[in-house]
């Protein structure tokens, strides 16, 4: 799908809305490529947040978001869509390919500077980059392993060279007149993707001791990670090896790859159609319980549609508990309710305001923590 050009009152919108709302907030929509290959039309502008640009607002002009994962809404883009968002105090250079990993399409940068547009960039998916991606989850992983500073210089160097690759992945995009449309809201006709939901009630000892072993094996507090499947009676068991990732997280590539062959692939590609439906994310927790938060809700059933379970051992290697969330519709509701608040943030006029509204998104962040559920370890550990 090349993009030949894009509307000029979709790119001067975006930057007018940039432009308003001020204090470093981005804009972003989806376009809709014509045949001509020019981008003509546009979903609703969303506004950013405290963390960017809210994903699920953004999908749900796409699809109805409720009660669904990223990766339910990501399987709804319109084969001809695109994603645009703005970079204020930037220019349209794109240096990296989180965005395109991600969304698997092509995806528009527009830059703002002293409230005007500072160029117009583009990246589509390419196999290639996806391995890219792969890279830098590997460099950041590699920094942690490193034994010497020797070491350490090699892999910092490695990620000097990876930075250095990024900077000629983005071209430039033309601006076109064509006459303005309404914005699109939901016209897609595309089947619905929807995962399983299913009920988790334990997990095989076997694939809980070897977590833990590799968990102490690499020490330093890293967590270690693996998919398992979960059957019709709602107990897991291991599907693919055993990965390593950092300290309190495990990138999802990464995770992936212990299950299916990665390469060349985008994080939309091996959620939404390699990894097995009744797959489940399944990891370490070094020095707990097994008690999760709001990252790890967002890391499973929020991001890739899949209960994550959590394995708290000690520094001496004994499992302490293990824990599930599940696809719930609480957690999309949570989630929802944790974008609204991140734009409300914006809108409060008093301390008062503000603090209300902080209070809640740490209300929100342990209302999560309750969907935290404890789940039987069976067999021999």
Request: one cysteine or more; proline letters at 5%; glycine letters at 12%.
């Amino acid at each position: 799908m090349q993009v030949k050009g894009i509307a000029r009152y979709i790119a001067e919108k975006l930057v007018e809305k940039t432009v308003q709302i001020s204090q470093g907030r981005n804009a972003g929509c989806f376009g809709l490529l014509n045949q001509q290959g020019i981008v003509d039309r546009m979903t609703p502008v969303v506004l950013g947040g405290l963390s960017g640009l809210p994903l699920r607002k953004l999908l749900d002009n796409i699809t109805d978001m409720k009660g669904k994962s990223l990766i339910e809404g990501l399987e709804m883009l319109p084969a001809n869509a695109v994603m645009i968002t703005t970079r204020p105090g930037k220019t349209g250079l794109i240096t990296d390919v989180s965005g395109i990993d991600f969304f698997n399409i092509p995806i528009i940068a527009i830059g703002v500077k002293n409230g005007e547009m500072a160029g117009i960039g583009i990246i589509y998916p390419q196999r290639e980059y996806f391995d890219l991606a792969t890279q830098s989850e590997e460099v950041d992983l590699k920094i942690l392993a490193a034994r010497t500073v020797e070491e350490e210089k090699e892999v910092l160097r490695a990620s000097t060279e990876l930075s250095l690759k990024y900077l000629e992945l983005s071209l430039g995009l033309d601006i076109v007149d064509v006459p303005e449309t309404e914005p699109v809201y939901r016209t897609n006709n595309r089947k619905q993707f929807i995962l399983p939901k299913p009920d988790v009630n334990s997990i095989s000892g076997e694939f809980a001791r070897k977590l833990v072993a590799k968990s102490m094996e690499v020490g330093q507090g890293r967590e270690v990670a693996a998919i398992g499947v979960v059957d019709e009676n709602g107990h897991i068991t291991q599907k693919g090896g055993i990965v390593v990732g950092g300290i309190g997280y495990v990138p999802s590539r990464i995770l992936a790859s212990s299950c299916v062959d990665i390469s060349q692939k985008s994080l939309r590609e091996i959620y939404a159609g390699m990894i097995p439906p009744n797959g489940v994310i399944v990891h370490t927790h070094p020095g707990g319980t097994g008690v999760m938060h709001i990252g790890d809700a967002s890391a499973g059933p929020g991001s890739w549609g899949r209960p994550i379970v959590a394995i708290g051992h000690d520094n001496e290697g004994a499992v302490r508990g293990a824990t599930v969330i599940k696809a719930l519709r609480e957690v999309y509701d949570l989630a929802d309710e944790d974008e609204e608040l991140g734009l409300k943030f914006f809108e409060a006029n008093t301390p008062e305001e503000e603090a209300e509204i902080r209070n809640r998104k740490f209300g929100v962040a342990q209302e999560y923590t309750n969907l935290c559920k404890p789940i039987e370890i069976t067999g021999r550990l």
